[in-house]
């Protein structure tokens, strides 16, 4: 994960570290004049029957299929729409227990899912500890950008920096407390192809935090999207470059917050995915 509010600090090229009123209606619309004389129930009829119609007529258009022209084009344009893991039926991953998944399709559905694994990996606890933080690079970005992300990353995930999240100098949890950064992809989005580069957005939700009994940083959750450009290198997708800005993030709800056991126990028992498309 990255620090404070899921900022990737180290992300790029250059590091960074109701009320509502109800009008209603006036008891009188005609302010206080004679009211006007009842319909005849012979109208009344005329209009229930002919509401009748329109109804009947509007739940057959709504289930007429098939034809042409159904939805307009503002319907159409631009629908995100679920799919399936491999939906061309070419296996889009490989991948080994407790490995960055590899071997992504040349195509846009592997790239979608190159940067939703690496965003997973971006954005776990291994970028808080040196040794782990440098293989994270090394197997997500493209060969040329290795050296110069490592710096970058040092200078952000400093241990005074670590100190802030409660960590030990070297990004372990003290003894006693468990340390929480996990990256959930939502959704991703192509937004540039051309040849062997292509330029993804990771929809992500992240948790970050200190679980145990008085932590001063409770584990908490945030929303951010990170865009990355690949590149293909070697016979995959490699980061060439990759930012992150906030939200969208939707009204929290009403949920009650785990104790830290709880979150400390979820953390251990429940492991993560390998995202694909």
Request: proline share 8%.
């Amino acid at each position: 994960m990255s620090p404070g509010d899921r900022d990737y600090q180290g992300y790029g090229d250059h590091p960074e570290p109701g009320q509502t009123r109800t009008r209603l209606p006036d008891p009188d619309p005609y302010g206080g004049a004679p009211r006007r004389p009842q319909r005849s129930s012979s109208r009344s009829l005329i209009t229930v029957v002919g509401v009748v119609i329109l109804l009947i007529a509007a739940i057959a258009f709504a289930n007429r299929g098939g034809g042409e022209g159904e939805e307009t084009a503002s319907t159409k344009a631009d629908r995100p729409e679920s799919a399936a893991t491999a939906p061309t039926g070419t296996k889009p991953v490989t991948s080994n227990p407790g490995t960055i998944p590899s071997g992504f399709a040349h195509t846009p559905q592997g790239a979608q899912s190159a940067a939703a694994n690496y965003a997973v990996a971006l954005g776990s606890a291994d970028m808080f500890t040196k040794p782990r933080r440098d293989a994270v690079l090394q197997a997500v970005m493209a060969p040329s950008r290795v050296a110069g992300s490592e710096t970058a990353f040092d200078k952000a995930y400093t241990p005074a920096f670590a100190k802030t999240l409660g960590l030990n100098d070297d990004g372990t949890a003290p003894k006693g407390y468990t340390f929480v950064s996990r990256t959930s992809p939502i959704g991703t989005k192509v937004t540039e192809t051309a040849g062997d580069t292509a330029t993804v957005e990771v929809w992500c939700s992240g948790l970050l935090g200190l679980a145990g009994e008085n932590s001063t940083n409770p584990v908490t959750n945030s929303w951010f999207t990170i865009t990355m450009k690949l590149q293909w290198v070697a016979g995959d997708w490699k980061i060439d470059t990759h930012s992150q800005k906030e939200g969208p993030a939707p009204v929290p709800g009403d949920d009650r917050a785990s104790s830290s056991d709880e979150m400390s126990k979820a953390v251990d028992e429940y492991g993560g995915f390998t995202y694909a498309r």
